[in-house]
């Protein structure tokens, strides 16, 4: 077992220190000794992380063992205790708990590997709750055997082997250990999928270690696959300020495609966005993208959404439309939200800061009305046009988003004069004169 423990992990042979998560079980306690084992002839250094989540009351026993066994080994030892344990989502709550501290360790500590003791009947033990659960094909791949963690590496060196491979290995070379009474019990899912369907599923087909390797490998290679064909689609995403863009020709044509190309956008994005996107949100995104509409959105939670305008795609954070009527004279500003200014001059010109401008005759009827759009709004856009602004917004294509945070500006008599930021009325000038006019200048601030 040794030499296939060397075999099957080669980074081991080159590295200088090595951090392992022990929790004085025969699965961690083993991999200990296995490492002392190739330490004497690559000349590495062990440290010895170790976390009591004080839920049993051996734990203390258990943590004084190891510190004492560390000290005799000339082991570095790190522990931390699990002052508050919750009362309810544990699993989850202790793993977090525990790589949090692997990873201020390897940090503080400088270790660049760590190493953890899941092995084969864990990885299958991974999958079937994974299957259980629900989810996409490529979260039923299971662990892999090394990935990115902190700033380092996560190896986990005896997934090929099985946990009996393990306890004989045990009683073979006389490793120490301890029986962790929480794992008979049958009050986590993973202890029911341990004692009541895995040997069932191992009486079944012997193999099924083997077998589940080889799924896990096929998955891996699938989702490398994948990743390379949809890499220069992701890379087309444009980012700006919590807002992701692409269009219709950075979307795959395939349905198949569409549905991992979100998947691997929402996975890149979700450090900025905390968004879980879950598998029924994701096929309705991929069956909105097939039924032809030109404009559409989807509540994605948190307040995220996803839209669609004219084949051009946007995840972002749902606008909220600033509602309210204001009144503004001569040589006024108004702020129409906490980003939005506007400001009605007379003489000069527009300026050239200003993200938006019109420019008004001498003659207007004051105050300006500044408003939302409201049906039935109609705009002069030439001598003999005059269009329904709504209208307008259509023949534009202009996004529904940006319709709803438009501003109607009307003169005193309820005539429309602007659009802003899109379109001027015919009412207004287009050009300045050497006369005096209105300038009304509109700011939008990022």
Request: hydrophobic share 35%.
């Amino acid at each position: 077992m040794e030499q296939k423990f060397l075999q099957r992990n080669p980074e081991l042979q080159t590295v200088e220190r090595i951090l392992v998560a022990v929790s004085t079980g025969v699965d961690s306690m083993v991999l200990l000794r296995l490492l002392e084992k190739l330490s004497t002839r690559t000349g590495f250094k062990i440290g010895v992380a170790h976390v009591n989540h004080q839920l049993r009351k051996e734990s203390a026993k258990e943590a004084i063992f190891l510190k004492n066994y560390c000290y005799e080994h000339h082991h570095e030892f790190y522990e931390k205790k699990w002052e508050t344990p919750p009362e309810s989502g544990i699993e989850v709550k202790a793993r977090d708990f525990r790589y949090t501290f692997f990873a201020e360790v390897m940090k503080e500590a400088g270790f660049s590997l760590l190493l953890t003791a899941h092995h084969g009947d864990d990885q299958i033990e991974t999958m079937l709750m994974r299957f259980t659960r629900g989810g996409g094909l490529l979260s039923h791949a299971g662990m892999q055997r090394r990935r990115s963690f902190g700033d380092g590496l996560l190896l986990r060196p005896l997934l090929s082997f099985s946990k009996q491979m393990l306890v004989n290995y045990a009683l073979k070379e006389e490793v120490p250990y301890f029986e962790d009474s929480s794992n008979a019990t049958l009050r986590y899912a993973r202890n029911r999928i341990r004692h009541q369907v895995l040997p069932v599923l191992k009486e079944e087909n012997p193999k099924l270690l083997e077998h589940s390797q080889q799924f896990q490998q096929q998955l891996t290679w699938a989702e490398d696959g994948l990743r390379g064909a949809l890499k220069e689609n992701l890379n087309n995403v444009v980012y700006q300020k919590q807002r992701w863009c692409f269009i219709q020709k950075d979307l795959p044509s395939e349905e198949g495609l569409r549905y991992y190309f979100l998947a691997f956008l929402f996975e890149e994005i979700y450090k900025e966005t905390q968004l879980v996107v879950s598998q029924r949100q994701l096929f309705k995104l991929v069956h909105l993208f097939s039924n032809g509409e030109a404009q559409w959105s989807m509540d994605l939670g948190e307040k995220w959404q996803f839209s669609a305008s004219y084949q051009t795609y946007t995840i972002a954070k749902e606008n909220v439309t600033i509602q309210g009527v204001y009144s503004l004279n001569s040589n006024e500003t108004i702020e129409l939200s906490p980003n939005e200014q506007l400001v009605l001059k007379k003489d000069g010109s527009a300026e050239r800061n200003a993200d938006y401008s019109a420019i008004l005759p001498p003659m207007v009827r004051l105050p300006l009305i500044v408003r939302r759009r409201e049906p039935g709004d109609r705009i002069q856009l030439a001598e003999n046009l005059r269009k329904k602004v709504s209208r307008y917004f259509i023949d534009e294509k202009i996004p529904r988003n940006k319709r709803e945070q438009a501003w109607v500006v009307t003169d005193a008599g309820g005539e429309v004069l602007s659009v802003i930021p899109f379109v001027n009325s015919y009412l207004s000038i287009g050009n300045e004169t050497d006369r005096i006019h209105y300038i009304l200048d509109y700011y939008l601030y990022h």
